[in-house]
C-alpha cells in the first residue's frame, strides 16, 4: 500500500529514519531474491535461453553454486529487481536506471498483431511419418521414403475471434500443418471443413469484415450470429455449402484431436518428368470424429474457455498423442474434365465414392511447445510454401492465397526476416543470397552475395539446380484478360443439398436448430427471409423447418444461377455420426462423489476407464476431496460449480445416502445431472444418487442410457455403453423445438 506522503514530494527529511520498502520482507518468508535473502537452492527460477540465443552453449553465471543470475539484456547482472533507482528513499526514479528503462521498455513492446483471421489459436509439434510411397506420382522428398519420419508442427484455431476469445465458438477450424522437409517446408494450410465460403480470393476482405464484430459497435465477438455475416452470406449463394458445413456440428468439434483437416484445393504433384497429377489432401483422424451440442458449447465457453487448447496440453502431456491419417485423392485432367463440378472451385468437394482416399502417412503430435509465443505465435504458414513436387492448381482461391500469406506475416512479424526465427526456419540447409533487414540472424559470408559471379566454386556461394530445384508445371495459359467467373463454378446448390441429405436424422435437426438460433440473432427480417430463399434450393423440408422456427413465411426460392441442380446421391464420408470412435478412449469420465461414497464401487470405475485408456477427474463438494466410505482419501480435480458436467463426455454420480442430501439442495449439482442428461450424455447412477435427480426433476425421465452403478461389475457395462457417447433419441423428447 501507498504510503501517504508526510513532505512535500522530492524532499525526503525523514530519509535517515527509514528503510527503504523491501517487498521481500518478513512475511515473504525469504523466498523472493533479495540482496538480504539469496535464493534458496530449490527456488523454480531460471533462465534458459533457448536455441536463438547463447550459442555455443556457454555457461550463464551463477549464484550461490547453482541458480542462475538474473541478468539484463545485455548480460550485465542484476543486484536488486525490487527497486528502481532513486535519489532518497521516496524521491524521483532515475533516468539513468538502465536496468528499469530496458525492463519497461521491453514490456511496452511485448505484443505483436494478432492474426487478422485465426487470431486464437494453438499449436503442437510431431511428425509426418510416410506410410505409403507417393514415388510413381510425386518427386516431393517427403514422399520418397516408407517409414521415414519428417517433424511437423501444427496450430489448430478458431478463425472469426480475437486472440483472446473463446474455443467453442461456431466457427471453421483452422488445421494448419507445417512439415520441415529434407527439401523445405510444406505448409499445408488447410481447415476442419473441406470446402470454402468463396471461389475468388478477392472477396475474402469482405467475407471476413462480414463476420468480425461489426466496426461501429465492435460486437458480436466470435460469432457469426449478426445481420452482417447473413446479409453478405444470403447476396453470395457460393457459399451456401460451406454454411450447410458451419451449421452443422463441425463447427463446435469435441476436440482439436476429433476433427478431420483438408487442404480444400486441388493441388498438383509432379514426377521427376514433369507429369502432373491432381491431389485434394485429407486429414483423418484415429480418434473418430465428435462434436458436442449447441447448448452445451455455449456452457462450456463459460465453464472452461480454453476447453480446446487445454483438452490437446493435456492429452499429449499425458502420452495419448493424437494422430491423423494423411489421405490423398488423386485424379487425372481425365477425371476433371468429366466430373460434374470445377475442382477449381473451393466451394466443391470430390466425394470419397467418387475417387477414394489414398492413405500415404500419418501424423502424430506427440510434444508441447515449450514457448507459446516462440511458437504458436511466431509460427508463420504460408501456402506458397511447397517443396519440388507439389505444385499449385489454378483455383483463384488459392492463387490468391499464396500472395496474403507472405504478405500478412511482415505486418505481423515485422521483418522479411521471419524464416529465421526457429519455428519458421527450415530444418534442412539454406543458401541464398538474401540479407539484411531488421533483426537478420543470418547473413552471407564472405564478399559475395550476389549471382553470376565468377568467384568459382569455393568463394561464389550457392549455384541454381535446374534438376533438384523446384520446378512448376509447365501449363499452358491462353484467353483474354478479363473479370469473369466461369460458368463452370455456377452450381451453388447440388453439394449443399448432398451434404444435407448424408448426414443422419439427428445431425439434420443439429442443422436447422443452428440456422434457426443463428437467424433470430439477426434484426433485418428480409435478411433472414433471403436466407431461407436459398435453403429452398437445397432442401424443402429443411427451409420449412427454419421457416417455421423463425415464423416466417416461406419465400420462393432464390434464383439460382444453374439449373437443374445434380441429384448427387448421399455420402456417408461427410456425416460425424457415422463416423463416430469406436471406444471411449481418450475421452474423459466426469465422476461426481461425496463423503461416504461406495469405494469398491469407484475402485472398479477407475479400473474400467483405465482399461478403456479413458480418463477421469473427480468433482467433489469440497476441493479438498472426500473420504469414501472404506476411509480412503480421494482428491478433487473440481469442485461441484467448477466442474460442470458439460467438460466430460459422460458421468457418474456416486454418492452416499448424506452426500445425496446435501447435493440434492445444490443448484450447480442438480445442473451437473440435468445438462447431462439434456446433452444426451451417458449417465452412471450410483445406488443412493436417486435424490438428487428427483430434486433435479428428470427422475422419471432417465432411458436405458442411464446405467445403475449399484455394483462393481455395474463399472464396466457402463463404460462399454458409453463408447457410443450419446444417446442422441433423448434429444426429441428434452427439445421443445422437436417435439
Ligand atoms: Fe487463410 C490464416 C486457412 C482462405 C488469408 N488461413 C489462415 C490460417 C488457416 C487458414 C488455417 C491460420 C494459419 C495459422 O495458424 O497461422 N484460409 C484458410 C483456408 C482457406 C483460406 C483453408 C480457404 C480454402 N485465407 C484465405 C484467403 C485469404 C486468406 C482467400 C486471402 C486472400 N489466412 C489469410 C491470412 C492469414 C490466414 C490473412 C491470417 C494470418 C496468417 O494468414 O498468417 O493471410
Redesign the pocket.
Known amino acids: 500500500m501507498a504510503k501517504k506522503p508526510t513532505s512535500p514530494q522530492g524532499t525526503d527529511k525523514s530519509a535517515a529514519n527509514r528503510k527503504p520498502f523491501d517487498p521481500a520482507g518478513p512475511d515473504i518468508g525469504g523466498e523472493t531474491p533479495s540482496k538480504t535473502s539469496p535464493l534458496p537452492k530449490d527456488a523454480a527460477i531460471s533462465v534458459s535461453y533457448g536455441e536463438t540465443q547463447g550459442e555455443g552453449g556457454e555457461t550463464h553465471q551463477v549464484a550461490n553454486g547453482d541458480v542462475a543470475v538474473l541478468t539484463t539484456q545485455q548480460g550485465v547482472p542484476v543486484a536488486d529487481d525490487q527497486n528502481s533507482l532513486r535519489q532518497g528513499a521516496r524521491g524521483p526514479t532515475l533516468l539513468e536506471d538502465a536496468h528499469f528503462r530496458e525492463k519497461i521498455f521491453h514490456f511496452d513492446h511485448e505484443r505483436i498483431p494478432e ?4 487470431a486464437r ?1 494453438y499449436g503442437a509439434h510431431g511428425f509426418f511419418e510416410l506410410t505409403d510411397s507417393l514415388a510413381d506420382v510425386s518427386r516431393a522428398d517427403v514422399f520418397q521414403r516408407v517409414g521415414e519420419r519428417t517433424p511437423a508442427f501444427v ?1 489448430f ?1 478458431t478463425v472469426a475471434g480475437a486472440k483472446g476469445s473463446f474455443d467453442l465458438a461456431r466457427d471453421v477450424r ?3 500443418v507445417k512439415i520441415y522437409t529434407k527439401e523445405g517446408n510444406w505448409d499445408l ?3 476442419n471443413i473441406p470446402v ?1 465460403f468463396i471461389q475468388d ?1 478477392l472477396k ?1 476482405p469482405d467475407l471476413v469484415h462480414s463476420v468480425k464484430p461489426a466496426p461501429d459497435r465492435e460486437f458480436p465477438q466470435a460469432a457469426s450470429a449478426h445481420d452482417n455475416f447473413w446479409d453478405f452470406i444470403s447476396l453470395t449463394p457460393e457459399s451456401f455449402h460451406m454454411i450447410m458445413w458451419t451449421m452443422s456440428d463441425r463447427a463446435i468439434p469435441r476436440s482439436f484431436r476429433t476433427m478431420e483437416g483438408f487442404g ?2 486441388t493441388f498438383r504433384l509432379l514426377d521427376d518428368d514433369g507429369n502432373s497429377t491432381f491431389v485434394k489432401f485429407h486429414w483423418k483422424p484415429k480418434q473418430g470424429l465428435q462434436s458436442v451440442v449447441w447448448n452445451e458449447a455455449v456452457k462450456i465457453n463459460g465453464a472452461d474457455p480454453d476447453f480446446h487448447r487445454r483438452d490437446l496440453w493435456d492429452a499429449i502431456n499425458g502420452g495419448d498423442f493424437p494422430e491423423w491419417e494423411l489421405g490423398v485423392q488423386l485424379f487425372d485432367d481425365e477425371f476433371a474434365d468429366r466430373f460434374d463440378f470445377d475442382v477449381l472451385d ?1 466451394t466443391k468437394l470430390i466425394p470419397e465414392e467418387l475417387v477414394p482416399i489414398r492413405v500415404i502417412g500419418r501424423l502424430v503430435l506427440d510434444r508441447v511447445v515449450d514457448n507459446f509465443f516462440a511458437e504458436t505465435e511466431q ?3 504460408c501456402t506458397q510454401n511447397v517443396p519440388p513436387g507439389i505444385d499449385f492448381s489454378n483455383d483463384p ?1 488459392l492463387q ?2 499464396n500472395f ?2 507472405l504478405d ?2 511482415i505486418k505481423r512479424l515485422g521483418s522479411p526476416n521471419f524464416t529465421h526465427i526457429p519455428i519458421n526456419a527450415p530444418k534442412c540447409p539454406m543458401a541464398h543470397f538474401q540479407q539484411d533487414g531488421h533483426m537478420a540472424m543470418r547473413n552471407p559470408q564472405g564478399r559475395v552475395n550476389y549471382e553470376p559471379n565468377s568467384w568459382g566454386a569455393a568463394q561464389g556461394g550457392p549455384r541454381e539446380d535446374p534438376n533438384r530445384g523446384f520446378t512448376s508445371f509447365a501449363e499452358r495459359a491462353d484467353g483474354p484478360k478479363q473479370r469473369v467467373r466461369s460458368d463452370s463454378f455456377a452450381d451453388h446448390y447440388s453439394q449443399a443439398r448432398q451434404f444435407f441429405i448424408s448426414q443422419t436424422a439427428i445431425e439434420q435437426k443439429h442443422i436447422g436448430d443452428a440456422l434457426v438460433f443463428e437467424l433470430s440473432k439477426v434484426e433485418r427480417p428480409d435478411i433472414r427471409s433471403r436466407v431461407v430463399s436459398h435453403l429452398m434450393n437445397i432442401d424443402g423440408t429443411l427451409a420449412a423447418t427454419v421457416a417455421d422456427g423463425l415464423a416466417l413465411d416461406l419465400p420462393a426460392p432464390a434464383a439460382a444461377a444453374r439449373k437443374p441442380l445434380a441429384n448427387l446421391p448421399a455420402s456417408d464420408p461427410l456425416s460425424i455420426v457415422k463416423n463416430g470412435p469406436e471406444s471411449f478412449k481418450g475421452r474423459k469420465l466426469g465422476i461426481l462423489l461425496t463423503d461416504g461414497a461406495d469405494a469398491a464401487i469407484f475402485k472398479a470405475l477407475l479400473a474400467a476407464v483405465e482399461g478403456e485408456e479413458a480418463i477421469y477427474e473427480v468433482v467433489a463438494p469440497k476441493i479438498g476431496g472426500v473420504t469414501l466410505a472404506d476411509g480412503t482419501t480421494v482428491g478433487a480435480k473440481h469442485k461441484i460449480d467448477g466442474g460442470p458436467s458439460v467438460l466430460f463426455d459422460a458421468v457418474a454420480v456416486l454418492v452416499s445416502v448424506e452426500g445425496a442430501e446435501l447435493l440434492a439442495k445444490d443448484a450447480a449439482a442438480k445442473d451437473f445431472v440435468t445438462d447431462a442428461f439434456a446433452h444426451c450424455k451417458f449417465i452412471a447412477i450410483g445406488a443412493h444418487a436417486k435424490p438428487i435427480f428427483e430434486k433435479a426433476g428428470i427422475a422419471d425421465d432417465l432411458d436405458e442410457a442411464c446405467l445403475p452403478l449399484a455394483k462393481a461389475a455395474d463399472a464396466s457395462a457402463f463404460i462399454i455403453a458409453a463408447r457410443a457417447l450419446r444417446h442422441w433419441p433423448r434429444e426429441l423428447k428434452v427439445d421443445l423445438d422437436a417435439q
Open positions: 492474426r487478422v483471421v485465426h489459436g496450430r484455431s483452422g488445421f494448419a494450410v488447410g481447415n470454402f480470393a475474402f480444400v484445393h473451393a509460427v508463420a504458414f482461391l490468391g492465397r496474403s500469406y500478412t506475416q
